[in-house]
């Protein structure tokens, strides 16, 4: 069975870059048996990218859709806006700077459904990318993702993956989380349903990389929410308070401490440093007990206001009208051609 593909493509300042990836993605999808479309996202580019998206979108058709914003937000959230407008039962994203290519989209859907798998990733098996300013740190950035979150994938920065509508639709990005995409995924799906998969990777042609070295560090404090929202997104109260009970019981051994010096021993405590901590430790833990609560009550009134518990379930998310893109449609009007040109002969 044919699925119905969206592929979501997010480009920033890529004006070199969208002639040729729209001629590569039709170029590795024109054997594709099902329908499909292209949807680009201008994440507010202040060159021509824009402006050549629409104009080469219209010389291919309505199955490319492009999405045009109005300032940069950021990848992630190009990535949201594409997956949001996407139809397809599958949907795919790779970067819009040639580096990934769109013929791995046809085998990766299918061995996607041959592994019974929900998410599969691409890993640049030969990266065509400086190792100082790239390579580098996405091995420590895939090594330390991996070690927290306990989601085994070698590449996280490859945006060349495949989904199914069902469960990406279910996941939420925000700030720069595309590049943990697999462990929101995790919280959806089974991890064991995640796999990955060898892809081409080429070197940059046009345009200039939006990424270096400094985004190392931009991986630890996201990290940290990834972290957070994996271990206690359903019991916020459980970290809150684990940390608001080990600084009471600080301040409650130190202030236990200081009563039996001052009633026991009779000597003063006003001008020590320990009553001073002793106080301060009692009134942190007060303000993270109570957080805790609170976010308690926001987690309880979150759960209660979605609609039950998250589940996966396969079905068409294809819309059934003239704007895709179909095999067939090319091979009716090949044959069309073809008897034309029989019946000239005769």
Not at 53 to 62: D, F, T
Not at 130 to 154: C, D, E, F, Q, Y
Not at 208 to 228: A, E, H, M, P, Q
Not at 246 to 251: D, H, K, T, V, Y
Request: proline share 4%; hydrophobic share 45%.
């Amino acid at each position: 069975m044919a699925h119905s593909l969206s592929i979501v493509i997010p480009m920033y300042r890529e004006q070199d870059n969208v002639a040729p990836m729209l001629a590569r993605v039709h170029e590795g999808l024109a054997a594709y048996p099902g329908p499909w479309e292209v949807i680009c996202v201008d994440d507010g580019s202040l060159d021509d990218t824009g402006r050549r998206l629409l104009a080469e979108g219209a010389k291919y058709g309505p199955h490319v859709r492009v999405i045009r914003f109005a300032r940069n937000n950021g990848q992630t959230t190009a990535m949201q806006a594409g997956i949001d407008a996407a139809r397809g039962e599958v949907i795919a994203t790779l970067d819009g700077d040639l580096q990934n290519d769109p013929a791995d989209i046809p085998r990766m859907v299918e061995e996607m459904f041959a592994r019974d798998l929900d998410l599969l990733t691409g890993y640049r098996a030969n990266r065509q990318d400086a190792w100082m300013s790239r390579k580098l740190p996405s091995k420590l950035a895939n090594k330390l993702i991996a070690r927290v979150t306990g989601v085994k994938i070698r590449d996280y920065g490859c945006s060349l993956k495949v989904y199914k509508a069902s469960v990406i639709k279910q996941v939420r990005l925000y700030g720069e989380m595309h590049r943990f995409i697999p462990v929101w995924a995790a919280m959806v799906t089974s991890p064991t349903r995640i796999g990955e998969t060898a892809v081409g990777h080429s070197a940059r042609q046009f345009g200039v990389s939006k990424y270096g070295i400094s985004r190392t560090f931009r991986v630890v404090l996201d990290l940290l929410t990834v972290f957070f929202f994996l271990r206690f997104r359903a019991r916020p109260g459980h970290f809150f308070g684990s940390i608001g009970l080990a600084l009471g019981f600080a301040g409650s051994a130190a202030m236990s401490w200081l009563g039996v010096v001052k009633f026991v021993l009779g000597e003063p405590i006003g001008g020590r440093p320990l009553f001073l901590v002793a106080i301060l430790l009692l009134v942190f833990s007060i303000q993270f007990l109570t957080t805790g609560l609170i976010a308690e009550m926001l987690s309880r009134v979150f759960y209660q206001r979605s609609e039950g518990p998250l589940t996966v379930a396969d079905g068409a998310a294809g819309a059934a009208d003239d704007s895709w893109r179909l095999l067939r449609d090319q091979q009716s009007q090949n044959l069309l051609v073809s008897e034309e040109a029989v019946r000239r002969d005769a």
